[in-house]
């Protein structure tokens, strides 16, 4: 049986690959890269971002511009001002919680905002943030 030239040619490319010192099999390893899901904390910005620049569903009424129809300088204020929001929230959140990381039920003050987290009972709280100028409400549930 005579093997044609084409085939001889890949299996000598073969031969040669697998015999290889560098030709290995290692193990793969998952990474998150969404912060949400354990990834690396500083990559939410930047996903957020890519989301909002590709999202092709316009303004569902949210009150915020798209980002494509923006400025420049408008763009940067909004994404400031998400940035100090984002830090309220956090400093908020760390004089809500204890030493061992769960929130602690009580109220909190701020200039604008009145926060209350109220044991429900069962592991349930609820958390309860008012505007003070406005007086809008608004509340969720989280179970610690």
């Known amino acids: ?7 001889r040619g890949l299996l000598l490319l073969l031969l040669a690959g697998a015999g290889h010192p560098g030709a290995r099999a290692t193990e793969l390893v998952y990474q998150a890269v969404n912060p949400a899901f354990g990834g690396y904390p500083a990559n939410g910005q930047h996903l957020l971002a890519v989301a909002s620049a590709t999202n ?10 798209s980002l494509l129809d923006q400025s420049p300088l408008a ?4 994404t400031l001002e998400r940035t100090v929001l984002s830090q309220l929230a956090s400093a908020a959140t760390s004089k809500l919680t204890g030493p061992d990381g ?6 909190f003050q701020t ?3 009145t926060i209350t987290v109220t044991d429900l009972g069962g592991g349930i709280l609820r958390i309860s943030t008012v505007d ?5 409400t608004t ?5 610690q």
């Open 132 to 136: 003070k100028t406005t007086g809008a």
């Open 102 to 107: 769960k929130l602690l039920p009580g109220t």
């Open 56 to 65: 092709k569903h316009g303004d569902k009424g949210l009150g915020y511009s």
């Open 75 to 78: 763009q940067f204020n909004q």
């Open 1 to 7: 049986m005579r093997i044609p030239p084409i085939c």
């Open 111 to 113: 200039a604008n905002f």
């Open 139 to 143: 509340s969720f549930e989280v179970s």
